[in-house]
């Protein structure tokens, strides 16, 4: 089994910053790419951020210039740094793994269940 487990939300007042990690484990053989996702009360899950392996990331707009992911391929981790936060940025934070368990193996995603993440003055 693959397991993902995410840490650092909590409450932050507007213009404020915090970091989000995100650690794989278990039955890993490669990770293609790793992504946060979110959600906010009565909305679907929004894609927040992504990197793949070779370093190449993506943005949501809405986060373009204020959040940054990073990875540390060789420990299966990922983080989201997120400065400027406003109060839209509430919403429980997801991390997304696309995972081989074995050489041969179909790629699948796995997730985390999530940290809340809270900007409220």
């Known amino acids: 089994q693959v397991q993902l487990v995410e840490s650092g939300g909590g409450l932050v007042q507007p213009g404020g910053s915090l970091r989000l990690s995100c650690a794989a484990s278990?039955?890993?053989?490669?990770?293609?790419?790793m992504a946060w996702y979110r959600q906010s009360p009565g909305k679907e899950r929004e894609f927040v951020a992504g990197m793949a392996s070779d370093g190449v990331t993506t943005y949501a707009e809405a986060v373009k210039g204020r959040f940054t992911i990073s990875r540390d391929n060789a420990k299966n981790t990922t983080s989201l740094q997120m400065n400027s936060l406003k109060l839209e940025d509430t919403a429980v934070y997801y991390c997304?793994?696309?995972?081989?368990?074995?050489?041969?193996?179909?790629?699948?995603?796995?997730w985390g269940k999530g940290t809340l993440v809270t900007v409220s003055s």
């Open positions: 997304n793994a696309r995972v081989r368990r074995y050489l041969g193996d179909v790629a699948r995603d796995y």
């Open positions: 278990g039955n890993i053989f490669s990770i293609s790419a």
